[in-house]
């Protein structure tokens, strides 16, 4: 597993893990608003076989 900061071409598949792991979309809208305000110091993202499975922000 690798652990590593998000880009821009992991933002669909972390809406997805967050959409999964919360049981809707509330949580992958405010990581969305929290990325578009500038507000989170930090997100990452863990990768196993190429598949993203786990994002974590902290703001």
Do not use: F, K, T, Y
Not at 15 to 36: C, F, I, P, T
């Amino acid at each position: 597993m690798i652990i590593r900061p998000e880009m821009a071409a992991d933002w669909s598949a972390i809406d997805e893990v967050n959409r999964l792991a919360s049981g809707g979309s509330d949580e992958g809208e405010l990581v969305r608003r929290l990325r578009q305000d500038g507000l989170a110091c930090a997100s990452l993202v863990a990768i196993d076989n190429a598949d993203l499975v786990g994002h974590i922000m902290l703001s």
